[in-house]
């Protein structure tokens, strides 16, 4: 049992890794908020923990919907139910990156480079948990449909998260209410489709594309990896473990 624990560790220590240092990462900034209300006596950035806490729903609904193997029955069915709810927490993962305006607003009780580093550190966790479930999410995507539909999936959850956070930050809704009144949340919604403003443009645009660039750099930096390993067989990924001699084997 202990050699099945040994290799299911080697086989996914990559996915394991990214797992704990995600998990550290949010201790640390846990632990960092933490401190400054101990210090300052005041809850400024407390909001960070929870915002923290709902990136981490879309990264787990991706993880679960990628590691099941679903039948072909299922996919149809219990997976558009997966993605409809990711779809709608999705945003809350790149929306930390808009704390960092709450920088603007000197708040006293701390000096300001700590208030940088907590706000930097929380909106680049966030943003890297949301970076990998649409990772995921594109992955099951181009094993159902074609690589093409994953790629047009990327660019139009860029597009629709990007909005998602406009309507967060600016109407100040949030994926709570699309559950809880989902009537009066869409017709809010389709007012603002249906006249939208300059800002509303800009916004959504400028974000669509900071979106795209960290996920296609991120992508790009993942599959150059993949290519150094191909391209020089001679210098392999792991160090290869001493295979036993003969004498060892008959022993």
Not at 53 to 78: C, E, N, Q, S
Not at 191 to 208: M, N, Q
Request: aromatic share 16%; proline share 5%.
């Amino acid at each position: 049992m202990l050699r099945n624990y040994r290799n299911y560790f080697f086989q996914n220590k990559y996915s394991i890794a990214v797992f704990v240092l995600l998990n550290v990462a949010c201790a640390i900034c846990i632990g960092l908020v933490v401190a400054r209300v101990a210090y300052s006596d005041t809850g400024r950035h407390l909001g960070l923990i929870w915002n923290l806490f709902l990136a981490w729903i879309p990264f787990i609904l991706a993880y679960f919907a990628h590691a099941v193997r679903w039948r072909r029955a299922t996919l149809y069915i219990i997976l558009p139910l997966i993605a409809f709810l990711w779809l709608i927490f999705y945003p809350n993962a790149p929306y930390m990156l808009t704390d960092l305006q709450d920088l603007a607003r000197r708040a006293s009780g701390a000096p300001l480079w700590y208030d940088v580093i907590i706000v930097v550190w929380c909106s680049w966790t966030g943003m890297l948990l949301g970076v990998i479930s649409l990772y995921l999410m594109q992955n099951i995507i181009v094993r159902s449909f074609g690589r093409s539909a994953g790629w047009i999936f990327v660019f139009l959850i860029s597009a629709l998260s990007s909005f998602g956070i406009y309507i967060g930050r600016f109407v100040r809704l949030n994926s709570w209410d699309i559950l809880q009144n989902p009537a009066e949340t869409a017709q809010d919604i389709l007012g603002l489709v249906i006249d939208p403003s300059r800002r509303l443009a800009a916004f959504t645009l400028l974000y669509t594309i900071f979106f795209l660039f960290v996920f296609l750099l991120l992508y790009s930096f993942s599959h150059m990896l993949r290519e150094q390993i191909v391209m020089n067989p001679d210098f392999p990924e792991e160090i290869p473990h001493p295979q036993p001699s003969n004498a060892q084997r008959q022993a």
